[in-house]
Structure formats: structure tokens, C-alpha cells
């Protein structure tokens, strides 16, 4: 049997592994042992003008299909995410800006296997200042590295800086220590990991590589509705699975604030930089920062995001969606530095037996400039103007439980969540 099947099988197992009788969402569950099982996908249509070369392209899609399981039993955590973009997005999805894995300009179909980790956790002990516990996690899934997958974000349209201010699908070790006392908190993780990015959805992880890249996240939390994170990686030739590739150092920081209830949701301050380089010498940087929010219309939900990021420019294939991966024989002709907006307006959910239904309007204002002059690349000329417009609307669909975050492990897999924030930041209520 060969590795791929063993990891969809292995992945396939761990959603599947809580009896029927535990599948149901945890506040409905004991503390000793409980459990969820949920699923979830967006029908969306996207019209991007110029998309490339002055063209507008409309184009739809079923994006985010996963399924997601997690069960504890005493100290015992499981979490799991299928993803299966590699059957339903595989030319990717119409993105202004972004890029990844081969993919420019649409996002990247994310792999199959998309979270598989199990975490033990220490007894709690008291201090004289608080409470303390540690865990120890394994498997594939989130890095200790960066602010909040945008999947549980409130937007479709995924940032330009994801691969700025996330590392993940990368098979990990990491243990990590909490200190709680009077609504505060505080938490260090660390992990260590495989450098080298998925070549496709459905590629297996470079096991030989596992360890040659490490990650640290440091959280405060002053109350149950804010955060603040700072982290850095090393990431050992993310670019090339062989090695021999530039090296990343990353840096992130973020204020986050998320209540329910409340006429303001949610609310998301990050800034972040990725060096590339070998050693201590740095060939490039490139920066970000982004702010989103939300906030409740009634029954309606209003969400913003501004970003700036910069993005490097590499040599364009046939499908000018797509450079070249898994070779050294690459440059980068330019670096890009993108300026968007986005606005979503979600309307209220429909409820159904089967699930939940939310439909959306999202409108998006992108525009691209040449870092520095005179460039390879320019933007104005390859897409026939800087400024492009995106226009997506459709409906989400949750069924069963649906996780609040994701890619917090062990002592933190709780941490700083309201047992009332959904799946996809904030946007409605999914108890059943």
C-alpha cells in the first residue's frame, strides 16, 4: 500500500473514529469524554476584472469542502480535517494577489489530509500565582507559527499574506505550557517540523525532512476576548522538496479580539515578514500588514479587511496561473506589492435539517505595483491595469459541530474560544 493511501486511509480513520453515540458538540458532552463530528463547503461564483492580460473571467466553485472530527477522552485529544479541494479546486480559485505551491493568483487547493494530530495533556497544578498544565502534540497539521487560519476567518477570499502569516499541513511535534489565573492567561509553544510545502494535494510529506525547521508562538490573553501572539520559524527550503532553496525566516505578531453576542464580533490587527536567504544572508523580505473586523446589522453581518503584502514574481507557465515547484531552476523577476480591500455582507443563516445555510456577497479592490522601477514584471501590463475588481456572492453550508479555530493543540485546543463563535470567525450561532 502505498504512502498516500495510507495517510487519506489513516486521516479517513481518525474523523471517523468517534462512536456515533460521541459525535455531537461538546457542550452537550461530559468532561471526561466527548466529541464532534461537522462538515462544511462553500458554493461560490467569482468575476475577476482583469483577472490577466485585460480579461475578465467568471468562473464557480465548490471551495472548502472538509470534514472535521475531534474527540477527548481524559487526557487524550484527537483532531481531524479531510479536505478535498484537490478533487473539486484543482485549477484553483480566482484570488487577486495571491499565490503558493505553483499557484499565482488563485489560491491553491489545500491537501487531503489537511489536520491529523493527537495531543496528550498534563494533570493541572496550582500555584501560589495561578494554574498550570503542559501537552505534548504529534501529527500533521498547524505550525505554533502565526495568526488564525483565514478558513476561520469571516472572508472567502483568502489574504494575500497566508503563506506570510501561516505554515501549515506540515507534520509536527510540539508541546506547549499554560498558565491561567483570575480571566488571564499566558502560553508558549514549540514545535518542530518538515519545511518543504505540499507539491500537490495529495503529495506525502518529505518524512526525511521532518525536524529541520522549528517554530515558536508566544499568547497572552489579558481576558476571555482578547489575544495577542508573537511568533517566529525557520523554515528549512519551503520552496523545493529536495532542500537546496532558499530558507524563511518568519515573523508574526497579531491583536485579536472575538465575542459573541455582541454588535462587534470580531476584530484582527496582524503585521508579518518572511526573509528568504541562506544562512544569516538574506537575499529578499517581503512584508505585510492587515487588519479585518466585523460587525452585527441586525440579524445581518458586515465584515472589512485591508491589507498591503508583498509577493515575489516568478517566471509564468502556459497557464500564467501557475510557476514552476520541485526544481532549483527558478528566479524571481520581481517583487509585487499588493493593496486591497474586501467587504462581505452575510446574510442571516436558514436552518435546515440538513444544516445551515448562509448566503453571501463578497466585493474585493486589489491593486499591484512594482516594489521597485525599472522591473521584470509589471503589474499594469500583465493584467492590463493595476487595479482589478473581484465581485463573489454565494452560501456556505455547516453541518454538525464546527470548531471556533483551529491549529491550537493540547493545553490550547480550548483556550480563548467562546463556545458560541462558529466556524468561519464569528458568523452565526451552529449549535444544533
Known amino acids: 500500500m502505498t504512502l498516500k493511501r495510507v495517510q487519506t486511509l489513516g486521516g479517513a480513520a481518525l474523523l471517523l473514529a468517534a462512536p456515533p453515540g460521541v459525535c455531537r458538540l461538546s457542550a452537550q458532552a461530559s468532561d471526561s469524554s466527548r466529541g464532534s463530528l461537522g462538515a462544511m463547503a462553500i458554493a461560490v ?37 479531510l479536505n478535498a479541494e484537490g478533487y473539486t479546486l484543482r485549477r484553483g480559485e480566482l484570488n487577486a494577489g495571491m499565490y503558493g505551491e505553483g499557484y499565482v493568483d488563485r489560491r491553491h487547493p489545500h491537501t487531503l489530509v489537511h489536520e491529523a494530530m493527537a ?21 500533521r497539521g498547524f505550525t505554533p507559527y502565526g495568526s488564525d487560519d483565514p478558513m ?28 491561567s489565573g483570575s480571566g488571564r492567561s499566558a502560553s508558549i509553544e514549540h514545535g518542530w517540523f518538515n519545511g518543504d510545502e505540499p507539491s500537490s494535494p495529495f503529495a506525502a510529506p518529505q518524512w526525511q ?15 476571555a476576548a482578547w489575544e495577542w501572539q508573537t511568533s517566529h520559524a525557520f523554515v528549512r527550503s519551503p520552496g523545493i522538496t529536495q532542500g537546496g532553496a532558499f530558507d524563511h525566516r518568519q515573523w508574526s505578531s497579531a491583536l485579536r479580539y472575538a465575542r459573541a453576542n455582541t454588535r462587534w464580533r470580531y476584530g484582527l490587527i496582524e503585521v508579518a515578514r518572511v526573509d528568504e536567504g541562506f544562512g544569516r ?18 440579524s445581518w453581518l458586515l465584515s472589512a479587511r485591508a491589507e498591503r503584502t508583498e509577493r515575489p514574481e516568478q517566471e509564468r ?10 526544481h532549483i531552476d527558478f ?93 468561519h470567525a464569528p458568523i452565526h450561532d451552529h449549535r444544533q
Open 152 to 179: 476561520v476567518r469571516p472572508f472567502v477570499k483568502y489574504p494575500v499574506n497566508h503563506h506570510h502569516a501561516q505554515i501549515i499541513e506540515r507534520v509536527q511535534v510540539l508541546g506547549a505550557l499554560r498558565w
Open 331 to 423: 528566479q524571481i523577476v520581481g517583487v509585487t506589492r499588493w493593496t486591497l480591500g474586501t467587504l462581505q455582507l452575510a446574510a442571516p443563516s436558514w436552518r435546515t435539517r440538513g444544516g445551515q445555510l448562509v448566503p453571501f456577497a463578497e466585493v474585493g479592490v486589489a491593486h499591484a505595483a512594482a516594489r521597485r522601477q525599472p522591473t521584470v514584471f509589471d503589474p499594469a501590463q500583465f493584467y492590463g491595469r493595476a487595479t482589478q475588481l473581484s465581485l463573489s456572492a454565494g452560501l456556505r453550508w455547516h453541518l454538525g459541530g464546527m470548531r471556533a479555530r483551529v491549529g491550537r493543540y493540547g493545553v490550547l485546543a480550548d483556550a480563548g474560544t467562546d463556545p458560541h463563535l462558529a466556524s
Open 209 to 223: 525532512r521532518l525536524g529541520d525547521s522549528r517554530a515558536t508562538r508566544v499568547v497572552v490573553s489579558p481576558n
Open 119 to 139: 495531543s496528550l495533556q498534563s494533570p493541572r497544578w496550582t500555584s501560589r500565582v495561578g494554574m498550570w498544565q503542559a501537552s505534548l502534540s504529534a501529527g
Open 281 to 298: 544572508v538574506r537575499a529578499f523580505r517581503y512584508e505585510s500588514v492587515l487588519a479585518e473586523g466585523q460587525m452585527a446589522l441586525g
Open 317 to 326: 507557465l502556459l497557464d500564467v496561473f501557475r510557476t514552476s515547484t520541485g
Open 45 to 81: 461564483v467569482t468575476q475577476a476584472d482583469p483577472a490577466v492580460a485585460n480579461r475578465r473571467l467568471r468562473e464557480g466553485y465548490l471551495t472548502q469542502p472538509m470534514l472535521m472530527g475531534a474527540l477527548r477522552t481524559g487526557p487524550l485529544r484527537v483532531t481531524g480535517m
